[in-house]
């Protein structure tokens, strides 16, 4: 779904940050492939210390163990202005772990000792260090290899336990007028995107 009249009005890159993410991490986790996360998707709310599981939980209708995966915080620096280019830096993904089952919190932590074709969890130390593999330095499109900013633990719950690990990458974005609409004439063709995502090399020509 678009909100513009004539189509997408700006490149939806923190979306594509998202993306990028749980598709890396899906194909080397995910039970569909073989790994040991039965839940591998987005999470457009926030797991904090000052509240509990349960928004998650319904995101997860149940499955576990799981990945949720978020974008943060982003601060916007004009690094051109007669371009109207900003840099983002830095801009925040989140992802969070969770564990949930009713055996031992050290078994959420370190693993059940259950085979993944036993439908085992592998615990949350687990599941971060393999993210931590998978993450740092990995690269989605013209932004800069992740960096692992932060590890936190997060909310408990009945029978729950979750982590959560901030990246952060940085990149390039010019914002590109759109150009008034004739409303009782409007164009047939698409408005153009309005921001997209620049290299370096782009910024000095």
Request: proline content about 4%; aromatic content about 8%.
């Amino acid at each position: 779904m678009v909100t513009g009249r004539f189509g997408p009005l700006g490149f939806d890159y923190r979306g594509t940050l998202v993306d990028g993410v749980i598709e890396r991490l899906r194909r080397y986790m995910d039970r569909l492939y073989g790994g040991a996360v039965q839940k591998i998707g987005r999470f457009d709310d926030e797991i904090s210390a000052t509240n509990d599981l349960e928004q998650a939980w319904r995101t997860l209708l149940g499955q576990a163990p799981a990945i949720l995966v978020s974008a943060g915080r982003a601060r916007y620096e004009n690094v051109a202005n007669d371009r109207r280019v900003y840099k983002l830096d830095p801009l925040e993904i989140e992802v969070f772990f969770i564990s949930h089952h009713m055996k031992d919190q050290a078994s959420r932590l370190a693993g059940d000792g259950t085979s993944v074709d036993g439908g085992g969890d592998p615990g949350i130390e687990r599941m971060m260090a393999d993210a931590q593999a998978l993450l740092w330095g990995f690269e989605i499109g013209k932004f800069s290899g992740l960096v692992l900013d932060e590890e936190d633990r997060g909310p408990q719950g009945e029978g729950a336990l979750s982590f959560q690990q901030t990246w952060i990458t940085d990149g390039l974005i010019e914002k590109v007028e759109i150009p008034e609409l004739d409303t009782v004439h409007p164009p047939v063709a698409k408005v153009q995107a309005s921001i997209k995502v620049l290299d370096q090399e782009e910024i000095e020509q």
